[in-house]
């Protein structure tokens, strides 16, 4: 994986962590975990993620994951991982996607049309998805992402 992804998907794991509400918090934060950048470089990432300011739990402005991103998707595959995910989570480098009964193989036929970055294959059952992905901050990327199609 490239640095410039390495370093966006550890902005995606933070803000879903954390309530991030400034740029320089954002600079901190990837400091501490060892990146080099310069606000012009925050900047980029945060265009380039198409990241919001939402308002958070305190009412505090705080950057989020725009959910208007997924019109890069048809509507039909969003349409269907919407209305089949119950939840998801992931352990190391493989996201486990529970979806209502016997809905599992077209939401894995969905998220396999999406051609998602960072996943490896996937097996569906009647219930339960599996995904197999590169890196462990892949699952991450990619339970967050579903969990916003979600909504929950």
């Known amino acids: 994986m490239s640095v410039r992804k390495d370093r966006q998907n550890t ?41 919001i300011k939402t308002v958070g739990p305190r009412g505090k ?11 890069q998707y048809s509507a039909q595959y969003s349409t269907i991982l919407s209305g089949s995910i119950r939840g998801t989570d992931y352990a190391r480098n493989l996201c486990v996607i529970k979806t209502h009964a016997g809905m ?12 998602k970055e960072g996943v490896v294959g996937t097996i569906a059952g009647d219930d339960t998805i599996f995904v197999c992905c590169r890196t462990d901050e892949d699952a991450r990327a990619l339970s967050v992402f579903l969990d916003g199609v979600k909504g929950y």
């Open 11 to 51: 902005i995606l794991r933070l803000i879903g962590e954390e309530p991030i509400s400034t740029q320089d918090d954002l600079i901190r934060k990837l400091r501490s975990y060892g990146y080099d950048v310069t606000q012009a470089t925050v900047s980029r990432d945060i265009k380039e993620l198409k990241l």
């Open 61 to 71: 402005s705080i950057y989020s994951i725009n959910q208007s991103d997924l019109d």
């Open 104 to 115: 599992a193989n077209a939401a894995c036929a969905a998220l396999d049309s999406m051609n």
